[in-house]
């Protein structure tokens, strides 16, 4: 018996409710109650509020358990409680995904290098008017355009470059060690259930977290990259092995080649965005009739998305195939042993790939994944506003 069942209540779910319920309900709710979706009710944004406090209550192990011992008062976040769009923007990648990918941290890194360069534009000498001088004069008068003067990188600007490529390089190498010892930990798991005969444990367990983490944004792609990246390291682990290492040559051809590969796509993408951007710059958006308007923002914002997972992607790939090496070809670990933890990346790459979602899954996923697109161009937006 709870005290409260108010938060229950606002997600339309049992006080059993088990965790995947309530994630379920709250993403069903969270698209309900959106204001981009209420336009023209008054009491859309205070409804969803509503929903956001209730899911970062119930989503808690600690704060539900509060709850249902002594009610809402006793059950507020330490920090207080986020605001639900900004709460609602966070669930972008899924946190369900941490365990197996880590965290995004490219565009951290890209915004902080960004930040960094138009600091250093900003600081430039104003003329005496007071205003930055907009040409500059070469010892041979020739005028030179301040992008062209910007693009020149101050000595401070390289070194705080390369001071955030550092930490870049630290960061990845902290979630690569973390991730391989979370992953070590799945793949003893998997060697103990083979060797007991109690692989039905394992997969009980590993189809439940699968079910969880495919309604997660991206979920499903997030999957098929897990199973991608641990069907090609493990294959090529194991071929290695049965050819005395002579198929390294061959498969360390084909990874770089795969590499190259990606590279070129998520260059071509970042091109296509280019263009797209440049073409926004040509059009007067004031001018536009709203439906055309909305049209062509979205078009935008969709080129924005794809640029943002194309990079995404690239980063993730990469950071997958160093957590499997570091699996694989540890030489303080038996080659029986990592052949039996490349089997096990091998089986849960096959139970990633057969993922799927139902049709009414996959409607959520999409809407959802649209709605948290347009919380972070609402989010670019104001802070170029507050500029």
């Known amino acids: 018996m709870v005290k409260d069942t108010e938060y229950y209540d606002v997600l339309g779910v049992s006080p059993t409710a088990t965790a995947m319920e309530i994630k379920k309900a709250y993403r069903k ?36 358990s509060r709850y249902d011992q002594f009610g809402k008062d006793d059950a507020v976040p ?47 000498a104003p003329n005496s008017a007071g205003a930055i001088d907009s040409t500059s004069h070469t010892t041979s008068g020739e005028i030179t355009k301040p992008d062209e003067k910007s693009k020149k990188l101050s000595k401070e600007q390289k070194e705080k470059l390369i001071e955030l490529e550092k930490k870049r390089r630290e960061e990845l190498a902290r979630q690569v060690e973390e991730l391989s010892k979370k992953l070590n ?53 194991i071929m290695s092995k049965k050819t005395r290492g002579i198929s390294k040559i061959f498969t360390g051809v084909r990874d770089n080649a795969r590499s190259v590969k990606s590279a070129y796509n998520l260059l071509s993408t970042g091109l296509d965005a280019q263009r797209a951007l440049e073409q926004m710059n040509e059009v007067n958006v004031d001018e536009l009739e709203d439906y055309e308007r909305a049209k062509f923002e979205s078009t935008m914002a969709g080129k924005a998305l794809g640029v943002m997972w194309a990079m995404s992607k690239y980063e993730l790939e990469k950071k997958l195939k160093d957590v499997c090496n570091k699996i694989l070809n540890d030489p303080a670990v ?18 990633f790939a057969m993922a799927k979602r139902s049709p009414e899954e996959d409607e959520e996923a999409r809407v959802f994944e649209e709605l948290i697109l347009g919380e972070k161009q609402r989010e670019k937006q104001n802070k170029r506003k507050k500029i």
Do not use: C
């Open 334 to 351: 038996p080659t029986k042993v990592r052949l039996v933890k490349a089997k096990g990346l091998l089986f849960m790459a096959d139970r």
């Open 185 to 237: 930990e799945r793949l003893d798991s998997f060697a103990l259930a083979a060797s007991q005969n109690r692989m039905d444990e394992f997969v009980t367990k590993l189809d439940h977290e699968i079910e969880e983490l495919k309604l997660e944004s991206f979920g499903l792609e997030l999957l098929y990259i897990l199973a991608k990246v641990y069907k090609t390291k493990a294959n090529n682990f």
């Open 78 to 124: 330490q920090q207080g409680f986020e605001d639900a769009e900004e709460y609602f923007s966070a669930i972008f990648g899924g946190d369900g995904f941490k365990d197996w990918i880590g965290e995004f941290s490219l565009f951290k890194d890209l915004n902080d290098a960004s930040e960094m360069m138009d600091k250093g534009q900003n600081a430039e």
């Open 29 to 64: 709710k969270a698209m309900q109650t959106h204001p981009d979706k209420n336009p023209d009710d008054p009491e859309a944004e205070t409804k969803f509020q509503a929903v956001g406090e209730a899911y970062q209550v119930l989503s808690d192990t600690e704060l539900r």
